[in-house]
């Protein structure tokens, strides 16, 4: 396979891990390291639009490329998840609010039960690839919300 496409798919691999966050069982904290954490609020905001907001706080350490807090809404009666935008994330072992928005298309989300996944990953350049980043995930969390009227 020559390098260009092979080089290609694996970028598209990455970003598309970046978006499917690895799933973990509901309201729990996939972390290698303490200091590394992630948390969603009990309650997501959905406005009359559609526009939803999800937030929460996270700390990391020790990056080496970029992080970002990415989070995904989906609701039982559905296998649909939704991408709810990404935040670029300070890995300084502090804790700090994040808030992502987005406005899912087609709006399908109902206000009521529902359940984010929200997934602090890094981007490393990997040697050997020409930099090439792939993903490292510092934590992951699964959380049983309430989708409410903003």
């Known amino acids: 396979m020559p390098l260009r496409p092979a080089l290609a798919t694996a970028a598209g691999a990455a970003l598309l891990l970046l978006v499917a966050a690895p799933s973990a ?3 729990s904290d996939v972390t290698a390291d ?31 490329g970029p992080v970002f807090v990415s989070a995904s809404v989906g609701q039982r009666a559905s296998t649909t998840r939704f991408a709810i935008g990404g935040t670029l994330a300070v890995c300084d072992g502090k804790k700090h609010r994040w808030e992502n928005k987005s406005k899912p298309s087609p709006a399908v989300l109902k206000h009521g039960k529902a359940d984010v996944e929200a997934t602090l990953v890094e981007l490393r350049p990997v040697d050997g690839l020409g930099g090439l980043p792939l993903p490292h995930f510092h934590a992951a969390l699964k959380k049983d919300v309430t989708l409410s009227k903003a």
Do not use: I
């Open 34 to 64: 303490t200091r590394e954490t992630v948390t969603v609020d009990k309650t997501v905001r959905m406005a009359a639009d559609g526009t939803v907001t999800v937030g929460g706080t996270y700390s990391c350490v020790d990056s080496t």
């Open 25 to 27: 069982r509901a309201d």
